[in-house]
């Protein structure tokens, strides 16, 4: 039994987010007990049921499921799979929302060394998880480790996008805050 999440029944139940949550947890309870809790649908349905605790930001219920999800995915899919990769950053937002930091910088590390491999460093996947990894160092004050990322990065844009792309603009004026909050305002 498995809860898509173009389904109608997901769809009936998105105005609703209690009913929604309701549903989908039931679904996980009797997808574990018929399929095994290891099965791809059970786990598909855990994916579903964390996102609708992720929009009611309940992200504390959600992490043992992002854990779940994330060890199935790696030994069934493996770590460059799409999925895996999207489990794993869905446990780092998840990590970053509870406070547990060291824990989604292990995670965006690790993304960061498969998409360098897979992708190259000048791909969207790894500047989209640097940005994510600088913000981690940002949230703890971590701010030199922050900042040579945001250095990294805003080289990227310019290098690959030009000086005045929308994306490119937004590494500056991260890069512009981050010397803000070290007090550096003749950088910023």
């Not at 995670?107 to 790894?126: A, K, V």
């Not at 990894?133 to 844009?157: G, H, K, P, S």
């Not at 603009?169 to 991260?174: K, N, T």
Request: charged share 35%; glycine share 4%; proline share 1%.
């Amino acid at each position: 039994m498995k809860l898509d999440r173009d389904s109608s029944l997901h769809t009936t139940f998105c105005s609703s987010g209690r009913k929604l949550k309701n549903s989908r947890s039931s679904v996980v309870e009797k997808s574990k007990r018929t399929l095994g809790a290891d099965h791809a649908d059970t786990i598909e349905s855990m994916d579903i049921l964390c996102e609708a605790y992720s929009s009611q930001e309940k992200y504390k219920e959600c992490e043992p499921f992002d854990i779940a999800i994330l060890e199935y995915r790696r030994q069934a899919l493996g770590p460059g799979d799409e999925k895996t990769l999207q489990s794993m950053g869905n446990l780092a937002f998840t990590s970053v929302e509870i406070k547990k930091y060291v824990e989604a910088e292990k995670l965006r590390l690790e993304m960061l060394e498969i998409y360098r491999e897979m992708t190259g460093e000048d791909s969207e996947d790894y500047i989209d998880t640097k940005i994510k990894l600088a913000n981690i160092y940002w949230y703890q004050d971590r701010l030199d480790e922050a900042e040579a990322l945001e250095l990294t990065i805003m080289e990227a844009r310019i290098r690959i996008l030009g000086d005045d792309d929308l994306l490119t603009l937004a590494a500056m004026e991260s890069l512009a805050k981050t010397f803000v909050k070290q007090k550096e305002f003749d950088n910023a």
